[in-house]
Nanobody
C-alpha cells in the first residue's frame, strides 16, 4: 500500500521561497516517476516538475530557473524548492507517484496550498 503526503505549503510574499516535501510510504520502484502538479482556481491541473530514479528532471517553462525538484531515496521523499515566487504560482500543489511497472498506476497526495501574496 502506497501513501503520498505533501507538506510545506503556506503564505509567502512575492519574491519569497518555500520548500514542499512529499513523503512516500511503501516501496518506490526504480521505474517510478515522481512529480509535482499544481491546480489554480478555475484552471486545469498542470505538471510543474518531474524526476525519475536516475535524477533526470523536467520542468514546465514557467518555473525553470526558479523551482528545483529533488529526491532523497533513502527517506522516500521528494522535494520542490521554490524561489522567486510570483502571485501566479498560487495554487494547490499535488505530489504524484507514477508507477509504470508492473502496471501503470497513479498515487496522488491530498495537496498543499501555496499562496503568494503581499
Amino acid at each position: 500500500q502506497v501513501h503520498v503526503v505533501e507538506s510545506g505549503g503556506g503564505l509567502v510574499q512575492p519574491g519569497g521561497s518555500l520548500r514542499l516535501s512529499c513523503a512516500v510510504s511503501g516501496n518506490i520502484f526504480s521505474t517510478d516517476i515522481m512529480a509535482w502538479y499544481r491546480q489554480a482556481p478555475g484552471k486545469q491541473r498542470e505538471l510543474v516538475a518531474s524526476i525519475d530514479r536516475g535524477d533526470s528532471t523536467n520542468y514546465v517553462p514557467s518555473v525553470k530557473g526558479r523551482f528545483t525538484i529533488s529526491r532523497d531515496n533513502a527517506e522516500n521523499t521528494v522535494y520542490l524548492q521554490m524561489t522567486s515566487l510570483k502571485p501566479e504560482d498560487t495554487a494547490v500543489y499535488y505530489c504524484l507517484l507514477q508507477r509504470t511497472l508492473p502496471q501503470p498506476f497513479s498515487y496522488w497526495g491530498q495537496g498543499t496550498q501555496v499562496t503568494v501574496a503581499s
